[in-house]
């Protein structure tokens, strides 16, 4: 692995995928390389004052064969990088960008089943994690996926989890939706109450989790109380 760098990559696609969602498809250089699970560092000008430069950390959703750098990002009120996004970046824009950081990445070493929990854009590490496990190292131990949102339209890459069921028999999606109308694979109730009821069915599983800061605690709580043992609970929070 080389160490973190810095490059200028051009914006090549924005797409709004949820109420206040973007997913941006940057370019990559032919030799950027990180692990399934590290983030990088955007420079962020505010829009008004391009000067004004500070880095907001964004985790790479795009495996590390898939030939652009695929971001998901959730859009905050006021916040400075949620208005570069919204009102300057766009196709073609350039993004100055640092890294690869972060040892939120996948440990191989244990033959534990997976279970990625996710709520919201944490789902993006996790992308990277699941397409480098099935794709990449061809790992054939059961990975649960459960990704939680408030609900159905703020759900996003739906048809992927769906087509990566097909093709790999060891993977399977859940939704949880916390309210509204719940269709596929899906349940109405809160990720808490489903990673509970998700554990019965696989003790002793290896497990990462990354979101917002309290569900991510949360979550490492509900863990411990059911004995998953501290090394197998991995998680990153989008502070
Ligand atoms: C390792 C890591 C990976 C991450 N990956 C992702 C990811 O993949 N996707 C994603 O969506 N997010 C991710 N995040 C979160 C991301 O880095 C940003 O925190 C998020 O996008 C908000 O940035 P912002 O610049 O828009 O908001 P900020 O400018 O940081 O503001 C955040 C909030 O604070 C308020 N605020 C700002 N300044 C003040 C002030 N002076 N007084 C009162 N309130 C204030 C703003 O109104 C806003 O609501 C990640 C975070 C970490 C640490």
Not at 7 to 24: D, I, R, W
Not at 88 to 101: A, E, W
């Amino acid at each position: 692995m080389k160490p973190h760098r810095s490059f200028t990559g051009t914006c090549l696609q924005k797409t709004l995928l949820a109420p206040s969602v973007y997913e941006l498809r940057c370019e990559k250089p032919t030799d950027f390389s990180f692990k399934a699970g590290q983030f990088v560092l955007f420079d962020v000008p505010l829009p008004d004052d391009p000067k004004n430069i500070q880095p907001r950390a964004y985790s790479i959703a795009s495996a590390s064969s898939e030939n652009d750098l695929r971001f998901v990002i959730k859009l905050v009120p006021n916040g400075r990088a949620s208005r570069w996004i919204e009102q300057v970046l766009d196709i073609g824009t350039s993004i100055h960008i640092q890294g690869p950081f972060g040892n939120f990445t996948l440990d191989v070493a244990t033959d534990k089943p997976y279970l990625f929990l996710a709520t919201g854009t944490g789902i993006a590490p996790l992308r990277a994690q699941i397409l480098w496990a099935l794709k990449v190292q061809v790992d054939e131990r059961p990975m649960h996926l459960l990704f939680g949102v408030l609900k159905h339209d703020d759900l996003f890459w739906e048809e992927e989890w769906k087509n990566l069921e097909q093709e790999f028999p060891n993977f399977h999606a859940h939704i949880s939706y916390l309210s509204g109308d719940a269709d596929w694979h899906d349940e109405r109730g809160s990720i808490q109450d489903r990673f509970v009821s998700l554990l019965r069915e696989m003790p002793h599983p290896s497990v990462y989790i990354c979101g917002a800061p309290e569900t991510v605690k949360e979550l490492k709580q509900l863990c411990l109380q059911q004995n998953v043992p501290k090394n197998e609970i991995h998680s990153e929070m989008y502070v």
